[in-house]
């Protein structure tokens, strides 16, 4: 219900009903919407409903990301920003918009591009400041986290200020809320979920057994370290796909 209602707000109300006549005849072929203004249709179909299924997917994608997270490092306040992920999202994004992209649809895909790249490389670095030696600690692995994301946050912060044409725009995508609209970030977006969700759901029995402590779950036959980085990976490539077409949404993941 809350999915219907969400296509029906915006500029142009649409009634709920309209919405949920236009779902059954598509769908299951029933009903006749031949009343419905043909662009009320397009508006639904091309604008709205992939801009929800968008929001759809970055829900999961951020509260899939932060069960891992919470798993991982045994805390219940862990959410999929934890390490940085966002921060370097973030960055990559705010990097594009001051070279001043044109607005084009080519244009518009650099930002996503961008900070799906930015939460990459954050990740490869966390990932690699956090090792000791062929260990991977939890706590150094927050620490390593938190260090990065206050870098990029500050490096951020400057190209804004450097960019003033740029600032409104960049303050948009960092609030969260896509700005690419249509089916194509819906569509690019699915291979990374899939993979992810699919990395996530295999992490199922060691997340378990990680929850007795690292000790104990070496001892029951777990190798640690290669849960942690799959873990750590499939819940990064989640929530980077989501920040980069979605922009920054915090809470979800809690």
Not at 98 to 114: D, F, R
Not at 130 to 150: D, E, F, Q
Request: net charge positive; proline share 4%.
């Amino acid at each position: 219900m809350t999915f219907i209602l969400s296509i029906g707000i915006g500029s142009i109300s649409i009634s709920p009903l309209i919405t949920l006549r236009l779902f059954i005849n598509k769908i299951l072929g029933y009903g006749i919407v031949d009343d419905i203004p043909s662009s009320l249709v397009d508006i639904i179909v091309k604008i709205r409903l992939p801009h929800a299924i968008l929001m759809l997917f970055t829900g999961a994608a951020l509260s899939g990301s932060g069960a891992a997270y919470q798993g991982l490092f045994r805390n219940p306040l862990a959410d999929p920003f934890l390490i940085g992920v966002a921060s370097g999202a973030g960055l990559g994004a705010v990097i594009a918009m001051s070279i001043n992209w044109p607005s084009t649809l080519l244009g518009m895909y650099t930002i996503p591009l961008s900070a799906f790249l930015g939460a990459v490389i954050t990740i490869y670095l966390v990932y690699q400041f956090s090792k000791v030696g062929k260990r991977l600690p939890t706590t150094s692995l927050i620490l390593a986290g938190v260090a990065i994301s206050s870098f990029t946050n500050a490096i951020t912060s400057l190209l804004m200020l450097q960019s003033k044409e740029e600032m409104h725009r960049a303050l948009s995508w960092l609030f969260g809320g896509g700005a690419v609209s249509g089916w194509q970030p819906v569509i690019a977006m699915i291979p990374y979920l899939l993979i992810g969700f699919a990395c996530l759901i295999i992490s199922g029995h060691p997340l378990n057994v990680l929850q007795f402590g690292e000790e104990q779950a070496q001892q029951l036959g777990l190798s640690v370290d290669k849960a942690k980085i799959i873990i750590i990976f499939a819940a990064s490539i989640t929530t980077a796909t989501a920040v980069s077409f979605a922009g920054i949404i915090g809470f979800i993941g809690l």
